[in-house]
């Protein structure tokens, strides 16, 4: 049983889709967590006027009834509200009548740092908005609501995940960045407990739970580093110092007393939490836009200004959480399948209780 995540949606269309397949009959879901979740993704120091007015809430399509899956493909909805003031300019057919509203005008100034110039280069494209539309990290909204499903389902299993911002003095460099009309980033933690030895496996990298979850990080926008435990700090220690000692109770329960894996090892969840970070660069749409190049006239120019976000790590932790649940969910449905959810915890319930572990 595999756990899937289908994405469509560009920033100022009509609305954000995501279609989340492999999910157990009879797992709850609360709309009110839910948005929750999209809510903490939109605030955060450093973001812009946009994120208010948004006010992000979660639609569901089809796959539930009654607060209940079915088993079947699961389809959330969030809808881009500021999509009314670009209807003209985002529109799916030919629009009709004449231009107005905001994205009338093609970008041609593609800016550093972001997917615009790439994108052009990759698709042929001679407006840059076709490509920076999909590449924002305005998905995430939705991405993040399928997170919360996630987070749904492991919570049936004794899993917890948690993102959080571990930059120091995040707020006085975004004051200083603000000041000078710049843009900061940041690096941001996950930890998950409660996971069982097991998930993931060394038979294929494909299955690799670290290089799974390393993926999942480095799939969000602006995201440029991702790490697993003490990460890259272990390549400075001795072997003596860097791996995590098995010990044993009295009664032949395993445990640790350091978990500088980050809970995986060769590419298994080992009973430690899991940690994972992710290092985001500074947001590439400034105020005091870089050096470009008009691709229309080939003649330099300023790139696109076209929000003021200062900083969005708060909301990466958000994003990160999502991304590293819903990778945890899926390596759990693979390991303990069941049609229903019933199925699945007894699955769960049985593997772990011949495990002599004793997991945090």
Known sequence: MSLRLTTAGESHGPALVAIVTGLPAGLVLDRATIDADLARRQQGYGRSPRQKLEQDTV?????????????????????????????????????????????????????????????????????????????????????????????????????????????????????????????????????????????GSYATKEERLDARLAAALMGIQAVKGAEIGAGFELAERRGSDAHDEILADADGTLYRET???????????????????????PLPTLMRPLRSVDLETGKAGEALVERSDVAAVEALAVVAEAAVAFELARAAREKFGGDSLDDFVAAHRAYVERIPWRMR
């Not at 809808?79 to 093609?106: F, I």
């Open 59 to 199: 639609e569901v399509l089809a796959g539930l009834r009654r607060g209940r899956t079915l088993g079947t493909p699961l389809a959330l909805v969030v809808r881009n509200r500021d999509h009314a003031n670009w209807e003209w300019g985002m529109s799916p057919w030919p629009p009709e009548g004449e231009p107005s509203g905001k994205g009338t005008k093609p970008v041609t100034l593609p800016r550093p740092g972001h997917a615009d110039l790439a994108g052009a280069e990759k698709f042929g494209l001679a407006d840059a908005r076709d490509a920076l539309e999909r590449a924002s990290a305005r998905q995430t909204a939705v991405a993040v609501a399928a997170g919360a499903v996630a987070k749904a389902l492991l919570a049936e299993i004794g899993i917890d995940v948690l993102g959080r911002v571990v930059t120091e003095a995040l707020e006085q460099r975004i004051d200083e960045a603000r000041a000078e009309r710049d843009t900061v980033g940041g690096v941001v933690e996950v930890r998950a407990h409660g996971i069982p030895p097991g998930l």
């Open 259 to 281: 978990n500088h894996a980050g809970g995986i090892e060769g590419g298994v969840s080992n009973g430690e939490p899991v940690v994972v970070r992710a290092a985001m660069k």
